[in-house]
């Protein structure tokens, strides 16, 4: 009598356990493995990319916070210096315009505690108001480090910024009535108060942003 052959035993072979292959993928096993490793890549993804968004957006934050203060501080400045040379039209005219431009020049020094001098000249180049009585009638002298410096406010003619790293100095013709140049103011500011400005206003926009970003 035949024995039955090995295939036939049971239910037969297409019934038989299916033996995995060494070569056969591990996620083909365990595909909830495979969903979770896609959703953190995803969400790893998002989180990276509004991370970046959100850095950018606080670096032109940080870019447009300073080009305001500089303009506003610019402003400020310049308003200021076409003031004082307002006020210094009248006694230039006198023979000791000091006894004036003095007091005022001293005041206007102790009340902007920026403010590194404020000096009025005459047409021929000579201090006729600053905080020292001692500089009056001698010749002014320009500090050798100051540049132009551009800026985007509308100027009158003869109006000037200059700059260097410690001093921001805006100059202004002082006129007569009738348009003829009587002299000259020299406003300087300095550069570490517009630089703490920023300084300050740039840690509040990265608090912000990293605040957006933990809470994100």
């Known amino acids: 009598m035949e024995r039955p052959s090995p295939t036939c035993r049971g239910r037969g072979p297409r019934f038989a356990r299916r033996r995995t292959s060494p070569e056969e993928p591990a ?3 365990n595909p909830k493995r495979t969903y979770v490793s896609l959703r953190w890549i995803f969400a790893l993804s998002v989180g990276a990319l509004l991370s970046f968004l959100t850095l950018a957006t606080g670096q032109i934050l940080i870019a447009h916070e300073r080009e305001v203060l500089e303009q506003e501080t610019e402003r ?9 040379a307002s006020l210094s039209s009248s006694p230039l005219l006198d023979e000791f315009p000091e006894f004036v431009l003095h ?24 201090v006729r108001g600053d905080r020292e ?4 009638d001698q010749v002014f002298v320009d500090r050798p480090t ?10 009158g003619g003869g109006e000037a910024f200059r700059h260097d790293d410690e001093i921001l100095e805006v100059s202004v013709p002082i006129l007569y009535r009738d348009g003829s140049l009587l002299g000259r103011v020299h ?19 990265l608090h912000v942003v990293l605040g957006a970003l933990v809470v994100g």
């Open 27 to 29: 996620e083909m096993l």
């Open 76 to 84: 400020r400045l310049l308003a200021q210096c076409r003031n004082l």
């Open 103 to 126: 007091p005022l020049i001293k005041d206007i020094l102790d009340e902007n505690a920026e403010l590194a001098y404020a000096v009025v000249v005459d047409r021929d180049g000579r």
């Open 133 to 136: 009585l001692r500089s009056v």
């Open 146 to 155: 100051l540049i132009e410096r551009p800026v985007d406010l509308p100027r």
């Open 187 to 205: 406003l300087g500011m300095r550069q570490e108060h517009l630089d703490r400005a920023i300084a300050a206003a740039r840690r509040s926009t």
